[in-house]
């Protein structure tokens, strides 16, 4: 377009201009339809990407033994924020980031033919520069985002300490802290506000130095081609066209280049999602072999068991424990905090396998049966219960996967749940919102109860199930409790003894050993010498 200035005739010029302006815009359509098919494309194979990486992911984790959960890098944000971000870094890499891969090893390998078709002279030198523009480029792009970082991190902290005081005006006001608030606030910018002025100087120096570096290689392109043209190698077209092509692709190199951090960040994100999808789970529960028994009757004993949970392996939780559990009999585990009693009830669920020692279901070992047929016949109320943001009536069919109206309402009538859903006006339809948040501690725990009675386990498991309740709610959970542990094998954990007086059998803890056994009236007769006299004693 630039040599059609030089021409002489005026018809020749306006014919020219009007082709390369058609050229121009043919082009620019040509462009735009590349441009979609090549983001849409990568858009479209990034999330099924993204989808496909998060549900193996979630798939995987949910296979992960309940130890790998106990670590803190492995808390339920982190995991969430992993989910969240990693997929999303991995699509990011292969969707966008590669899309602008390809894109730039394109145009280098155009522009570079084209340059040596047209003018390889010229072509050669401006190569042979290349490097050192893209640096230059690469430099300014780096230094311009580094000193964002510095500035962002100076506010976000600046911004921390300021949501905080007027978050707690009313504590900054009585104690008059305002001028410690603004020292405080000051003092927190000191260092970035030094950092970012050293940084300028840097930043200022280095742009200084790419911009000059520059102009320096473009003032080299111009003195070689003019002398190309001086000695009638290449004409002034051929110079503008070989020019403008390769200075455009330094641009193009130079924004690649600039992703290498994103491409790092990639790499990170990749490693990380591949770590968990090659973990193998110590404790599988989707594995399809093991024992698999269609009806328990809940004898369970715990023979010599050595524990420390993986999290904490110096800190040893039983060492030689052996405990018998009757079935169809209810047992409780009192003690202190700290003395054992919900590791039980971990070790019968098989959350964690002990280091040493077994524990045995029906004389069997825990670790022969298939784990989710074994599940399938224990039935666990907590102390939190866990509802999920559907109605009421998929809250109490959790974990079963067939069950009638009838069944549903039976299962809360023994709960004494049905009479308070009743009331409720949407019934068992009734969303419980977020985690339960809708409903109270109460109704919450008696759904939960509910659920445990629709499965109709062999084996009930109850850690503390009523230690988070008023007094009022905590009659009708205990009664809904002792009607429901007739007739099957329940392990009892409980903090409030008056909740637990009625079992067939007591076992008292201390420091993960057994130290005392018997019925509430035979234990409280030991008088003074005997623990489980002085827990009650204490409580009263």
């Not at 849409?40 to 193996?56: D, H, I, P, S, W």
Request: charged share 20%.
């Amino acid at each position: 377009m630039l040599s059609v200035y030089f021409l002489t005739d005026h018809d020749e010029i306006r014919d020219k201009t009007r082709a390369y302006a058609i050229f121009f815009v043919a082009l620019g359509v040509f462009s735009f339809l590349i441009k979609i098919g090549l983001h849409y494309n990568f858009g479209a194979m990034g999330e099924y990407l993204t989808k496909r990486v998060r549900e193996q992911m979630l798939t995987k984790i949910l296979t992960f033994e309940i130890g790998w959960f106990d670590r803190d890098e492995n808390s339920s944000g982190a995991i969430c924020s992993q989910l969240a971000k990693d997929a999303n870094i991995v699509r990011s890499l292969v969707g966008d980031r590669m899309a602008l891969v390809i894109e730039t090893v394109a145009a280098v390998l155009i522009a570079c033919t084209m340059g040596l078709v047209i003018a390889w002279r010229l072509a050669l030198v401006m190569i042979a520069v290349q490097p050192l523009i893209i640096v230059c480029f690469y430099a300014r792009r780096v230094l311009l985002k580094s000193m964002s970082k510095k500035s962002i991190q100076a506010q976000s902290e600046s911004s921390k300490l300021a949501a905080e005081a007027v978050s707690n005006l009313r504590t900054v006001t009585a104690f008059s802290s305002q001028d410690r608030i603004l020292g405080l606030f000051n003092k927190a910018q000191n260092g970035p506000r030094k950092e970012s002025i050293r940084q300028s100087w840097i930043a200022g120096i280095g742009l200084g130095c790419s911009m000059s570096l520059i102009t320096c290689t473009w003032a080299l392109d111009f003195w070689f081609g003019g002398k190309l043209i001086g000695e009638h190698h290449i004409t002034a077209k051929a110079f503008f066209q070989t020019f403008t092509i390769l200075v455009s692709t330094g641009h193009v190199i130079a924004d690649a280049a600039s992703m290498t951090t994103d491409l790092a960040k990639g790499a990170d994100a990749i490693a990380s999602v591949f770590n968990v999808l090659d973990r193998v789970t110590e404790i599988d529960p989707d594995s399809l072999e093991g024992y698999k028994t269609e009806k328990l009757k809940g004898e369970v004993d715990i023979r010599g068991v050595d524990f420390a949970y993986p999290s904490r392996p110096d800190v040893i939780i039983f060492k030689g424990l052996s405990l018998s559990i009757q079935p169809g009999k209810s047992t409780a585990l009192v003690g202190h905090s700290g003395s054992g009693k919900s590791t039980i009830i971990g070790l019968i669920e098989r959350f964690y396998d002990p280091l040493r020692g077994m524990v045995k279901i029906d004389g069997r070992d825990i670790k022969t049966y298939n784990l989710r047929a074994l599940r399938q016949h224990i039935g666990l109320v907590s102390q939190e219960p866990t509802l999920f943001a559907g109605t009421i009536r998929e809250n109490i069919m959790y974990g079963t996967e067939i069950a009638s109206e009838a069944e549903i309402e039976n299962a809360a009538r023994s709960a004494n749940a049905h009479d308070f859903i009743s009331n409720l006006r949407d019934g068992y339809d009734t969303r419980c919102g977020e985690r339960g948040v809708q409903l109270s501690g109460g109704q919450k725990q008696r759904i939960a109860i509910a659920r445990a009675i629709l499965k109709n386990p062999a084996i009930l498991l109850l850690d503390e199930a009523t230690s988070a309740l008023d007094s009022q709610s905590e009659k009708v959970v205990q009664e809904a409790l002792e009607r429901v542990m007739v007739g099957r094998t329940s392990v009892v954990v409980a903090h409030r003894l008056s909740t637990i007086q009625n079992c067939d059998l007591i076992t008292v803890l201390n420091k993960g050993i057994v130290v005392e056994k018997g019925t509430h009236s035979s234990l409280m007769s030991k008088c003074p010498s005997g623990t489980y006299y002085k827990l009650v004693s204490l409580q009263q």
